[in-house]
């Protein structure tokens, strides 16, 4: 060993030793962080599933291939990631020996050739993700950046660092290919032989570069450990957990569907027992998330997908659901210090070594403005459709509506503090059992004027579905005529079905959304109640939100059933030859996936199956997909209670909508929801009225669609 190799290898056992130093440091706060969180019992099992699904979604990037060139790009950055600790721990035998390698494998061709490929498109993939990265610079004013707000130097350090480090690895392979002493032939080292025919000898180059990998590397290591919030590294490291911990791991797509139940010290809430002042209603404070929501927070990559498909952020409003993510990550990590050495129940003399920062941390108020100084302004909880765009789209399985619901709770519930129109809605549902405040003696209505009668359960019978009206199906004038239409083909098919008339009530959704969980589980019971005592087994419902409620969430209250949206049924109907469509629909037709039977449950094919089937084969006619569509649909602006709340920020999300269904071209926009009706008619009648859309488009359900094209006797 010359003495080129001495400094080197001194060099590289330094900063290698300071660098586990400090990143064990920071990997236990980080763990002691994470500990602060309020148990979660639901995150335990099923062990060999959660492995599977964690196993699929890194190994086999499912989520991030959704975006073809960047997933592809990013899997290849990965395993390259994953091959450089194989490599840079070669560069601690080249710094000290530049004529050998790895010991045992490293004199493998296979092992030679992999590594060779793995680092040429590990390059590729870097120059590909930086390219990406320059060409949506938050600062671009033609297009609104899913990075703004990111921590760009971050981003930017990360990928250089990638970038060196394989460049590094290229380098000493060529050096030891001039030197005649690299492992491999030319057949398994293509590059690496091909570079070192244009450099010169020198087994000092070799341990020098070696030093040099070490050194890019072992900083990059000091840093991070330096900036325990710098997501865009750890995510390398806590995405596996945190996949592996998500909600419904055997699931396909994201954990939506049913909002977790509000719980309190792990276990769900008893109203009945509940007291304030004892048990935690929503979440006031950074520590009462559960621990897996400061691992979601920590494991935030600061990509920006979430924010790219919001809504909220895409018509002008404050919401970002990375930015959101990314301020509570701040919050607790500033925060923590101060909890660490025993929060509000600590002795002085252990307050009186906490840093003074982290003391003014503690003061500040979860949710407040600017003049409170505030960790999330109002508007930015209470822009939010619950849409699950974000959920659906972040790769690694953060959770921001479960989040952002539970603040909301805590608003409701205690604080009284939520949007005033909101309160409205609150009392109807209270007092009259449905948003609009309408009498429970109007339930049925719609049922006056068809040609049969619609039985009803109180009248006894058999029937073998429980078509469930919805309160928009039974006093919303544009979704009655939805719930007439379905009626008219379950009787067309002969389907046994009956309704609950009076005894139905709202299913608590727009309440569970907006944070009020008392008022939810209220309903709930009443309504579970109900349909047990009726015998209910199956269910037809013509409204997302009911569908989900009672599919996904009444169970957590002793409600089972087997519950199918319209569409599905009218699919089954179709497809079986009973009900046969006749009158192709003139024009072409568009769908509008609802986000609640869409996203939240994955039906994206029977309404378009249905569609299909009445559609016309003419050119210019058929079914036509706007730009977003199935999983990447764009919301109609009506979630999360927003229905009922003023859009008083930016442009109207039901405008942005509607401008990209009139783009198509279609003369039918069709919906399958009572919301979307709603929030897309207004748009195609305030367009219309502008001049800004033709006279015959309109906005229609799919299930009317439907029976239009029966016959000329049935339209």
């Keep these: 060993m010359g003495p080129v190799q001495i400094i080197a290898t001194s060099v590289a056992a330094v900063i290698t030793v300071v660098a586990i130093v400090l990143v064990v440091r920071t990997v236990r706060r980080m763990l002691s962080v994470v500990r602060l969180g ?38 290849f950055v990965m395993i390259a990631f994953m091959a450089l600790s194989s490599l840079v721990l070669e560069a601690y035998f080249e710094v000290a020996d530049p004529d050998h390698g790895l010991p045992l494998i490293g004199a493998w061709n296979v092992y030679g050739l992999v590594t060779e490929w793995i680092g040429v498109l590990g390059f590729i993939g870097i120059l590909v993700l930086i390219g990406i990265r320059l060409r949506n610079l938050p600062g ?53 032989h091909g570079l070192g025919a244009v450099l010169p000898a020198s087994a000092a180059a070799v341990s020098l570069i070696a030093m040099l990998k070490i050194v890019v590397s072992m900083t990059w290591v000091i840093v991070i450990a330096s900036n325990i919030t710098m997501g865009v590294a750890w995510h390398r490291f806590l995405a596996f957990f945190n996949i592996y911990f998500k909600r419904e791991p055997g699931r396909a797509g994201s954990g939506l569907r049913a909002l977790r139940p509000m719980m309190s010290e792990g276990k769900p809430l008893d109203f009945e027992e509940a007291d304030p002042d004892k048990d935690q209603f929503g979440v006031a404070q950074v520590e009462q998330f559960t621990w897996k929501g400061i691992l979601d927070f920590s494991t935030c990559t600061e ?24 301020s509570l990550r701040d919050h607790a990590y500033a925060k923590a210090p101060y909890l660490l050495a025993g929060g509000p129940s600590a002795a002085e003399e252990a307050l009186a070594k906490v840093d003074v920062l982290a003391l003014a941390e503690k003061d500040r108020p979860l949710i407040g403005g600017v003049d409170e100084n505030g960790v999330i302004d109002p508007d930015v909880l209470w822009s939010c459709t619950t849409c699950g765009a974000c959920v659906e789209q972040c790769p690694v399985d953060i959770e921001h509506v479960d989040h952002i619901v539970d603040m909301r709770r805590y608003q409701v519930l205690i604080e009284s503090n939520f949007p005033t ?5 609150l009392r109807n549902l209270e007092n009259k059992g449905n948003p609009w405040g309408a009498a429970q003696s109007t339930r049925e209505d719609w049922t006056k004027g068809l040609d049969f009668t619609v039985p009803n359960v109180a009248d006894g019978g058999d029937f073998e579905y429980l078509f469930w009206v919805g309160c928009a199906g039974a006093f919303e004038d544009r979704a009655k005529k939805t719930t007439r239409a379905v009626a008219t083909l379950l009787n067309e098919a002969g389907v046994s079905f009956a309704i609950l008339g009076q005894g139905e009530t709202c299913t608590g959704d727009p309440a569970r959304r907006i944070g009020n969980e008392f008022v939810f589980q209220m309903l709930a019971q009443q309504n579970v109640e109900t349909l047990n005592e009726a015998g209910v087994k199956k269910i037809v419902a013509t409204c997302p939100h009911c569908f989900n409620t009672l599919a996904n969430e009444y169970g957590q209250l002793g409600g089972h059933f087997e519950v199918i949206h319209h569409t599905q049924l009218l699919a089954q109907l179709v497809s079986a030859g009973k009900l046969t469509p006749v009158q192709p629909v003139d024009g072409a037709i568009t769908y509008h996936d609802p986000c609640y039977l869409g996203r939240h449950n994955r039906v994206f094919a029977p309404p378009r199956e249905v569609l299909g089937a009445v559609a016309s084969s003419q050119d210019d006619a058929g079914l036509v997909e706007m730009d977003r569509f199935a999983e990447r649909s764009f919301c109609c602006g009506a979630g999360g209670a927003r229905m009922w709340m003023e859009e008083r920020i930016g442009k109207r999300i039901n405008v942005e909508r509607v401008e990209e269904a009139l783009s198509t071209g279609a003369k039918t926009v069709a919906v399958s929801c009572p919301f979307c009706l709603t929030m897309l008619g207004d748009g195609v009648t305030g367009k219309k009225a502008a001049g800004a859309a033709p006279d015959d488009v309109e906005v229609v359900d799919v299930a009317s669609v439907l029976l239009r094209s029966l016959s000329s006797n049935n339209s």
Excluded at 304 to 320: D, E, I
């Design 38 to 75: 309020q148990p979660d019992p639901s995150r335990s099992g099923p062990r060999g599933l959660r492995l599977k699904t964690m196993l699929a979604e890194t190994l086999g990037h499912t989520r991030m291939l959704r975006w073809t060139v960047v997933g592809a790009a990013h899997w």
């Design 140 to 192: 671009n004013p033609n297009r609104r950046s899913r990075f703004t707000g990111s921590t760009m130097w971050q981003a930017y350090y990360v990928e250089y660092t990638i970038l060196a480090v394989l460049l590094c690895g290229f380098f000493i392979r060529g050096f030891k290919a001039a030197n005649d002493s690299l492992e491999w032939p030319v057949w398994a080292a293509p590059v690496s």
């Design 303 to 326: 990509c920006g997908r979430c924010q790219s498909q919001c809504p909220a952020w895409n018509t002008g409003k404050p919401l970002s659901p990375k930015l959101l993510i990314l």
């Design 421 to 425: 129109e909101a309160g409205v809605m």
